[in-house]
């Protein structure tokens, strides 16, 4: 059986702990606005009034975002932000990019109701895009900048968005 002593030698010295502060993370708050965006398209199919409310939607960057939070999170979500790779932070940003264009795109589509199509199909595959695109920034996040989410491109989910819609 391990003494006290040695068991804080082992996981080191509380005081050494109680002023180190942990490394800033990214934080999954600034996805609450496309998943915002995601629940208005799918409820859209049934109450075409929130179309309304897609138009109003707004796209953020991560930074514009935390940079007008008051979540306590804000500050250290920036400052581990900053620590991201360029080529990573740059490929995060092109996803947003392209989920942005995707609501924008689906919002389009939902208002103009004399383009011929099916409002449920447009929901269903802007909501399937949409949902994988927040799961790649998802991962992102979690992992703190580390993934390259960069190896599938944005513009092929878009691509393949208007493909279908094209039918």
């Known amino acids: 059986m391990m003494?006290?002593?040695?068991?804080?030698?082992?996981?080191?010295s509380t005081d050494a702990r109680e002023h180190m502060s942990p490394?800033?993370?990214?934080?999954t708050d600034f996805l609450n606005r496309y998943s915002e965006a995601l629940m208005l398209i799918e409820l859209?199919?049934?109450?075409?009034?929130l179309v309304e409310d897609l138009k109003?939607?707004?796209?953020?960057?991560?930074?514009e975002h935390f940079e007008t939070s008051l979540l306590r999170c804000a500050p250290s979500a920036l400052a581990a932000y900053d620590r991201v790779a360029p080529a990573n932070r740059a490929a995060f940003e092109e996803l947003c990019r392209a989920?942005?264009?995707?609501?924008?795109?689906?919002?389009?589509?939902?208002?103009?109701?004399?383009?011929?199509?099916?409002?449920?199909?447009?929901?269903?595959?802007?909501?399937?895009?949409?949902?994988?695109?927040?799961?790649r920034a998802t991962q992102f996040i979690n992992a703190n900048g580390a993934v390259d989410i960069g190896r599938v491109e944005s513009h092929a989910l878009q691509a393949e968005v208007d493909a279908l819609l094209t039918r």
């Open 44 to 49: 859209a199919v049934d109450d075409h009034g």
């Open 99 to 135: 989920m942005a264009r995707l609501v924008a795109t689906a919002t389009a589509l939902l208002a103009d109701k004399h383009d011929g199509l099916d409002p449920a199909t447009i929901v269903e595959v802007a909501g399937d895009a949409l949902r994988r695109q927040i799961a």
């Open 56 to 63: 109003a939607w707004r796209s953020a960057s991560y930074r």
């Open 23 to 27: 490394a800033p993370r990214l934080s």
């Open 3 to 12: 003494s006290v002593s040695a068991i804080k030698a082992l996981a080191g």
